[in-house]
């Protein structure tokens, strides 16, 4: 059984006064992270320092990014880099999510080259992958999905890759309310593994967490985290609300 982490994603939700609150509820919530699982939230930019200071007094929880540039510096008005992310306390980085994808051009290309960057900074890297409903009907949702895990690893060694985090997240599931069914993530997340030991060999597939991300929320959490190969949730909507953040925590606390 491999650790469950519940990951947050703010989004463009939180400044570092709304930041702070939402941590200071969290920990009334969960006053301890559980021993058996990780928890992260990934606020943005401008409220990472608010988080860090929140987080270190948080046992237990982490604290990631939305994105980083691949450079190590630079004239790119707008971005930030490896190191100033783990100046902040950052220890994990989305990266690739299909907003990123859809409005800020990014491709497997710069998914590639930005998971290569944290994971030389020792950053894990959380990157997502997953089809739209048009690529779901038209069958082509398992090719793409394993062309994007195939390329997004490129040249990333096997004592790299157990440090990175696959989160699947169907396009049609994100923020809209409707979930994959727990058949649907398993099977995908299933045929995930199995390209990862292509890629490498069983046990570094074994130890990639593979996240479920597209409306996971109290009511559904338990059984989609109780699918075999989904190892935790990205979790967009429910990680904005101390409550419902918490409740996924503890149903995945009880299935661990
Ligand atoms: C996400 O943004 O990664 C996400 C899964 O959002 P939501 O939970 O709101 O669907």
Known sequence: MRRFLIAGNWKMHNGPAATRSLLTEL?????????SLDALVCPPFVSLEAASEKVRKHFG???????LHFEDEGAYTGE??????????????????????????E??????????????????PIFCVGESLKQRKAGEHVNLVKKQ?????????????????VAYEPLWAIGTGETATPEQAQEM????????????????SDAIRILYGGSMKPHNAEDLLGQPDVDGG??????LKAESFADIIRIAEELS
Do not use: W
């Not at 920990?27 to 021993?35: F, H, R, Y």
């Not at 929880?61 to 994105?67: H, I, R």
């Not at 998914?111 to 900074?121: D, I, M, W």
């Open 234 to 239: 990205l979790i967009g909507g429910a990680s």
């Open 80 to 105: 930030v880099t490896a190191d100033m992310l783990k100046e902040v306390g950052c220890e994990y980085v989305i990266v690739g999510h299909s907003e990123r994808r859809e409005y800020f051009g």
């Open 27 to 35: 920990n009334e919530e969960v006053p301890d992270i559980p021993d």
């Open 189 to 204: 997340h299933d045929m995930i593994r199995g390209e990862l030991a292509e890629l490498y060999d069983e046990d570094t």
């Open 61 to 67: 929880l982490f604290l990631g990014a939305q994105n």
């Open 149 to 165: 895990v195939q390329v997004a690893l490129n040249e990333v060694e096997a004592s790299d890759a157990e440090d990175v985090v």
């Open 107 to 124: 491709t497997d290309k710069t998914v590639n080259l930005k998971v290569k960057k944290a994971v030389s900074e020792g950053i894990k």
